[in-house]
């Protein structure tokens, strides 16, 4: 499965975030490439389990400045989003 993240903010543009694609074998993400360069750096998400991925999209930057939101493309909703009320209470 090919899924897509990227990290956005509430000052830069759509064009200057950056956006990785993800390949994910067997609940681990296997592969990992850049398809648009953007202001930030995404982390290397190679050898995580699909659960510390979702609990990366979990980081809330409200509040600070600029408020930084870490996400995937929701193919079902066809948007990016956080999934932050898809993590299980800790």
Do not use: N
């Amino acid at each position: 499965m090919k899924v897509k993240i990227r990290i956005s903010d509430t000052v830069l543009e759509d064009w200057d975030w950056p956006i990785d694609e993800l390949t994910i074998e067997d609940g681990i993400v296997v592969g990992q490439k850049s398809v648009h360069e953007g202001a930030y750096a995404i982390t290397d998400c190679v050898g995580w389990p699909v659960e510390r991925l979702l609990k990366w999209t979990h980081y809330d930057g409200t509040g600070e400045h600029p408020e930084i939101f870490q996400e995937m493309w929701d193919r079902k909703k066809s948007k990016w989003d956080t999934f932050v009320k898809e993590l299980p209470d800790e």
